[in-house]
């Protein structure tokens, strides 16, 4: 059973930073491209970055680009998203989940999904 468990989330003043973490089960992560998504208040998904298997190509959306950094350790089957220069646009609720890219063409799994982590940058 594939399980997605994210953390770090929590309140931030804005230019602060957090580092976000996503424990990973059930399946191959090690083979497993994945993806961050948020979602902000009264928003859809938005999706965030992408990193493939191996963790040598990333991809960011251009809201978080130059201020987030996605990796991960296959070895413990965890993902990050250390975010710096936080801003009040990026309160949301944060989810990784099972993704790629082909190009600048990203898409996510919408099969499987942990309960996400509360990030909100208030002064």
């Known amino acids: 059973q594939v399980q997605l468990v994210e953390s770090g989330g929590g309140l931030v003043q804005p230019g602060g930073s957090l580092r976000l973490s996503c424990a990973a089960s059930?399946?191959?992560?090690?083979?497993?491209?994945m993806t961050w998504v948020r979602q902000a208040p009264g928003k859809g998904l938005e999706w965030v970055s992408n990193?493939?298997?191996?963790?040598?190509?990333?991809s960011y959306s251009n809201n978080v680009k130059g201020r987030f950094t996605i990796s991960r350790d296959n070895a413990k089957n965890t993902l990050y998203l250390q975010m710096n220069s936080l801003k009040p646009e990026d309160t949301a609720v944060y989810y990784c989940?099972?993704?790629?890219?082909?190009?600048?063409?990203?898409?996510?799994?919408?099969?499987?999904w942990g309960q996400g982590t509360q990030v909100t940058v208030s002064s």
């Open positions: 989940t099972q993704g790629g890219c082909v190009g600048n063409v990203c898409s996510f799994s919408r099969g499987h």
């Open positions: 059930g399946f191959m992560f090690s083979s497993q491209s």
């Open positions: 990193i493939d298997s191996f963790g040598i190509n990333t």
